[in-house]
């Protein structure tokens, strides 16, 4: 078992930037690759961003590509997302989950654990 707790949400006006930690407890952190997902009201759950178990490789949405950063500290046991140039259709309840096994994935329903997911909100 792995338990998540994201932190870092809230109210950020249009254009600037937010860091959403997610601090991980339970097995060994760095044997779990890991990934950002978030929920629009009214939309389906998106990936965001994963990475793999050392760090070294990582993987974006087009939508968020070249604004937003994942990496993770293994000796912190937390995993970060990074998100610059914020834009209004950033907003969502943003998730990040461990996945127990192989490679990252795109896929939410491949992941095993889940943290409870901070409010992003991106004001005009």
């Known amino acids: 078992q792995v338990q998540l707790v994201e932190s870092g949400g809230g109210l950020v006006q249009a254009g600037g930037s937010l860091r959403l930690p997610c601090a991980a407890s339970g097995r060994t952190f760095s044997n779990y690759p890991m990934g950002w997902f978030r929920q629009a009201p009214g939309k389906e759950r998106e990936f965001v961003a994963a990475i793999n178990r050392s760090g070294g490789n990582t993987y974006y949405a087009d939508s968020v590509k070249g604004r937003f950063t994942i990496s993770r500290d293994n000796a912190k046991n937390t995993v970060y997302l990074q998100m610059n140039s914020l834009k209004p259709r950033d907003t969502a309840v943003y998730y990040c989950?461990?996945?127990?096994?192989?490679?990252?994935?795109?896929?939410?329903?491949?992941?095993?654990?889940w943290g409870q997911g901070p409010q992003v909100t991106v004001s005009s």
């Open positions: 989950a461990a996945r127990d096994r192989g490679l990252p994935s795109m896929r939410y329903n491949e992941y095993a654990y």
